[in-house]
């Protein structure tokens, strides 16, 4: 392959930052992750990132020149380059685009993060020809990428498509938004362990989970303790999945959907929360639509494909700089 | 002007046909309407509809040729001509487009009357110029029509923005689409009547709502009691205001619109509903996006946008039989 052919995609997220070389055929081919919040101020993180550009060219001990550099981020605004202040990284807003641009001669883009995972599935993924779909990332909270007649969904202002803030429950759950009742309080790795807690105080069943303290439980532990069979930790995820199909009923009838296409690390609890989910989405699904929308787990690993969404915005980017 | 300059929009409601004469502007330069509830049997209909053509036709003694019919109805499938069994039509399933051809020669396009309003305000309205917005029709029910990017949208199946059967309350009222908790159970005519009937049951205080049936009341019934000073009728739009603008917050984060355009009978009761609608959206609104959805009312009088929205659909639906 020429140097030309390749594209670097990056997915900055609130644990760990995973760069991918990425070819003209939307391959992945080589792959590299790092700590992001072992970095605490912003000079760190761009040393360590720019070292890991550096390191992630270097093939063969040739070190290839590709074409430029998609970043992927939560609250990234994708005109103007910046990561406004989000929840989950520590650095306040920052022009991550100017900031790399001194050290790294090349075209660089931003895009939010559940729009790259869109995009990736929309380019390489399994929305492929897809006109219409959603992408739902499950993670500490809920993001979601929409693709509407073929294109990205951003809205008036860039917060299009911020399904997570969808409200549920009036009155419902205090959101990191400040807002009460929102779909991410009871749908994403910190809505598990909510509802976890809920449980115990609600029911009388014993359970392994009434060993933990609010600050350390994790979905993962609650995972565990389903696979156990321990029945609050089984009824966690079944509450949960209750919730995101009723949720997901809404997204069906606001987008009328080919497919939700899910992703993040909470679909790692399988049929636990998928069952569940379906179940309830075929109960509250309109019916019209019943039978129509395909919900189903992404084929990528965890952070490629907004890695692949990411670098493929870099010819669009182009496009823009010439607007 | 030529006769080739005109076009007709027809909007056909539970109640009244609308039919109106629609020069290049986007003027309405004639219109009329009739009773749809009279008509039982479809021929009925239909040969009054053809009546009412010929009649709208007639501008000073001379019978214009209009270039097309575009026509709004409930539950209409765009590319089939199909109305397709509407809750508050008598006639089942039927292809209105084929009905009225056997004797109209005219080019006929059918569409959605959520998705013709929304034509018609991005077309002649307070939307022109719009990227992205969400039309509202607050009447039996609720209905929208959404435009993304500057399209319709439509969705896989037809059935995109169709907001009403957003769920807003877990296990709330039961909607006509079999489910429950669709905002429209709320927010709309006859969610203001079951409001009203939901607080004499709570509430003590003496109003002349309690001497209603509710297979009487209507939601003009509560507009002029609220108009009186009626605790209880005040409060029914209070409480249908703060659902809504919920709902329109989650909308607000759903497609990020510029304006979100409010229509229909239920608009009528102006601050009353209007006043708590922009309360609870601004208490609810994410941050991100407080002060940047704009809410108004339409410009247009009833069924006036659906109508030009229909008739602007004649150019499209040339293109779409050369498909």
Known sequence: ??????????????????????????????????????????????????????????????????????????????????????????????????????QVDLPITVINDSNAVALGELKYGLARGMKNFVAITLGTGLGAGVVVNGELVNGANGFAGELGHIIVEPNGRKCGCKRRGCVETYVSATGVCRTAFELMANELDPSKLRGWTYSNLTAKAVYDLAVEGDTLARKTFEITGEIFGKMLASTAVSFDPEAIILSGGLVHAGEFLLKPTLKSFNENVIGSLRGKVAIFPSQFSDSEAAILGASSMIDIAEAVSTE
Not at 3 to 18: Q, R
Not at 56 to 67: S, T
């Open 1 to 102: 392959l020429k140097d030309s052919e390749y594209k670097i995609g990056i997915d900055i997220g609130g644990t760990n930052t995973s760069l991918g070389l990425v070819d003209t055929n939307g391959r992945c081919v080589k792959k590299m992750d790092f700590s992001t919040s072992a970095n605490k101020n912003i000079e760190e993180f761009i040393s360590k990132l720019v070292a890991s550009i550096h390191e992630i060219c270097m093939i063969d001990a040739h070190e290839v020149q590709p074409v430029g550099i998609g970043i992927a981020a939560p609250a990234a605004q994708y005109r103007a380059g910046l990561i406004q202040n989000p929840a989950n990284l520590l650095w306040g807003t920052i022009n991550i685009a100017d900031l790399l641009k001194r």
